[in-house]
């Protein structure tokens, strides 16, 4: 089981990679080197999560329609080639987007279309089979092997645009890098796809899929009290945490003048603190209450938020990194913790409607974090007349949005979350439910 682990989180790795550029070199060289407007470049960012409540869709007929004998190995194929090649394809909206602008507005939603398409493919099916092939007893040891490696992979993704973009905008060597990071992503995961599936045409053939709807996902949220607070709660935490990515690199170049290299290697330094969160967290596993690490983690990346605004008040690059290393640590804290809350707030024998319903939060957050950074970003720079204070202000949001999430956390009781789910009378009203 372990080379399937370790297969299993290059997968996941291979995916997560394809991102970085786009988030965190791409973002920047459009916002502050080409003057784009926040807002378009979120509105292209949010496009890929519009698409995401076909993950429920695509795992349902999966799971009854094999391909060759396969029932995931297929669809995480065509999700990571589809990943790869948006982001072999995203430079061109940055150097097309400035000579034509609607043609470099066709070729980023094309882009941003075939990454998004491709991450809801391959996501629920490669984390559709780590559910099967490990097992409840390994579950957690599979989930953490994933998370560590990516997080390895999103760093050193990071240090290789850092090396290979220069300080200044160049749009070949732009497309250089992007293209090695598509062509690594490519590798790894075609690599990790080897054997990794058991040929299963029998087993799909007799085994009855479990096919939910939209509808029976949000009656099982909105009719449990406790699933519905933790819905919201995911909603506000995981928009503050991810809604930042976008404005971070720019904002490092607006308010400290850091070049392309430096704002690049941003990704490397918060993810370097969210690893080392991860194994503080895997440490406290069991000896502390999840609820107290998730809350240490809430309040650490809301402490890095205001720390993150103050130092743009005062021009301070060094209050700048303390603030991005405390995001860090708080969010890797945040993530464990909140990720194993997940698992406890699931029904054994409704796994995949629970986990459809947190996953449809996870892409509804990021969606709405980062039209919210890109919008709220804008607004406030017009009113105010100064680029800076457009950050500042979604930076203050995002501490906010943290706080009354942090609040919410004492209202999630996972014991009254379960009588709730298997009261006779919900489960009829949830299986009633259609589209």
């Known amino acids: 089981m372990f080379l399937k682990r370790l297969q299993l989180a290059f997968i996941h790795t291979a995916v997560a990679i394809t991102l970085v550029p786009i988030n965190s070199t791409l973002n920047r060289v459009m916002i502050f080197d080409l003057g784009v407007s926040k807002t378009l470049f979120t509105i292209l960012a949010i496009f890929p999560y519009l698409l995401s409540p076909i993950q429920v869709a695509i795992g349902s007929f999966s799971d009854g329609h094999p391909i060759f004998g396969y029932r995931r190995t297929p669809y995480i194929l065509v999700g990571l080639i589809l990943c790869v090649l948006g982001v072999a394809i995203s430079p061109q909206v940055a150097i097309l987007i400035s000579k034509n602008f609607t043609l470099g507005i066709i070729v980023g939603v094309l882009a941003f279309g075939m990454w998004g398409m491709g991450y809801n493919l391959s996501a629920v099916s490669y984390l559709s089979l780590a559910s099967e092939l490990s097992g409840e007893k390994e579950r957690g040891k599979t989930i953490a092997t994933m998370f560590t490696i990516m997080i390895i992979g999103l760093i050193a993704t990071g240090i290789t645009l850092k090396v290979m973009v220069p300080d200044q905008y160049s749009p070949g060597a732009l497309t250089g890098a992007f293209i090695a990071v598509a062509a690594s992503a490519l590798i790894l995961g075609l690599l990790s796809l080897i054997k990794l599936e058991p040929h299963s045409s029998v087993a799909s053939s007799t085994t009855k899929a479990e096919n939910y709807t939209v509808k029976q996902m949000i009656a099982a949220i909105t009719e449990n009290p406790v699933a519905k607070i933790f819905f919201v709660y995911l909603l506000l935490l995981l928009a503050a945490i991810l809604g930042q990515d976008v404005l971070l690199e720019p904002f490092g170049a607006q308010a400290f003048g850091m070049s392309i290299g430096e704002t690049s290697s941003i990704v490397s330094i918060t993810n370097t603190f969210t690893l080392l969160a991860f ?157």
């Open 279 to 435: 194994i503080i967290a895997g440490f406290l596993d069991g000896r502390v209450k999840k609820r107290y690490v998730a809350q240490t983690g809430n309040l650490g990346a809301l402490i890095g938020f205001v720390i993150i605004v103050i130092s743009g008040l005062i021009a301070n690059k060094i209050a700048f990194y303390i603030g991005i290393t405390l995001l860090g640590l708080g969010t890797g804290l945040s993530t464990i913790a909140n990720l194993s809350l997940m698992f406890d707030l699931t029904v054994p024998e409704q796994v995949g409607l629970y986990i459809g319903a947190w996953g449809f939060s996870n892409g509804l957050s990021r969606l709405v974090g980062l039209l919210m950074a890109g919008l709220v970003a804008d607004l406030a720079t017009r009113v105010t007349g100064n680029s800076l204070s457009g950050y500042l202000v979604v930076f203050g949001l995002e501490a906010l949005m943290m706080f009354i999430a942090a609040i919410m956390l004492y209202r999630i009781d996972v014991s009254a979350f379960q009588k709730k789910a298997h009261d006779p009378a919900f489960v009829e009203k949830v299986a009633l439910s259609t589209e």
